[in-house]
């Protein structure tokens, strides 16, 4: 069974530029979340979504991000303008109903 | 809000050494705790968790056990290997409210050296 994934593994953009992140959870697992790690701190959960629907996304910063599940399978987190404290790791995960939570290695956002 | 807290990193250890990374707790109600573990280049991995306070966690001679008096729930391994060195997060999830969310520490960084 594959794992999550997620693309790109690493981005570098300019502060001002837009940037979308994807991640593709495991096969059959309905639930999906964002989490972010910054400066090495501790990672803080986004959002999470229930098949196509946002479930709780009380973590999200402000409005500059954007989270969307089409379809229910994969989803992509776009962040736009970026700023500089976007930088960071951002995780994607998923899980079956009520289950553990399966990461993926997450994507390292530099924002110059 | 709800908080986890672990201890500053990172930790260097001699290979066979005692390995303890402490890991207190601030949530309204018992949560669940966890213990993950990131391994170089990988995604996070569930390592052990409790439920409820006295369980104990156990996974690859790791061991933890949920302490509602202390709301601690501290890392332990009586004999670490260089292939555990990793970065190692505690976390909770509310019990409560329904929310699915994890709440996690800053991570502890573990460098084990042959």
């Known amino acids: 069974e594959a794992g999550v994934t997620q693309f790109p593994s690493h981005s570098v953009i300019e502060k001002g530029q837009t940037v979308t992140l994807r991640c593709d959870p495991i096969?059959?697992?309905?639930?999906l979340y964002w989490y972010r790690r910054v400066m090495g701190k501790e990672i803080k959960f986004l959002l999470h979504f229930v098949k196509e629907s946002k479930q709780d996304e009380s973590g999200m910063p402000n409005n500059r991000f954007l989270a969307e599940r089409t379809g229910g399978t994969y989803s992509t987190l776009k962040v736009q303008p970026a700023e500089l404290e976007d930088s960071g790791v951002y995780f994607c995960?998923?899980?079956?109903?009520?289950?553990?939570?399966?990461f993926g290695p997450g994507t390292r956002l530099t924002v110059l | 809000g709800d908080s986890v807290t672990q201890m500053e990193g990172p930790v260097t250890l001699s290979e066979e050494a005692f390995l303890t990374i402490n890991c207190t707790y601030t949530?309204?109600?018992?949560?669940?705790l966890f213990w993950y573990v990131q391994y170089p280049g990988e995604g996070l991995q569930l390592l052990l968790k409790?439920?409820?306070?006295?369980d104990k966690g156990s996974n690859k001679g790791f061991e933890a056990t949920y302490r509602k008096e202390t709301t601690s729930f501290h890392l332990e391994k009586g004999s670490v290997q260089v292939s555990d060195s990793a970065v190692y997060f505690c976390a909770l999830r509310r019990k409560d409210t329904g929310r699915r969310a994890l709440t996690f520490g800053s991570g502890t960084r573990l460098q084990v050296q042959p």
């Open positions: 949530a309204t109600g018992y949560p669940s």
């Open positions: 409790a439920t409820k306070a006295d």
């Open positions: 096969s059959g697992h309905d639930n």
């Open positions: 995960a998923s899980s079956r109903q009520g289950n553990e939570q399966f």
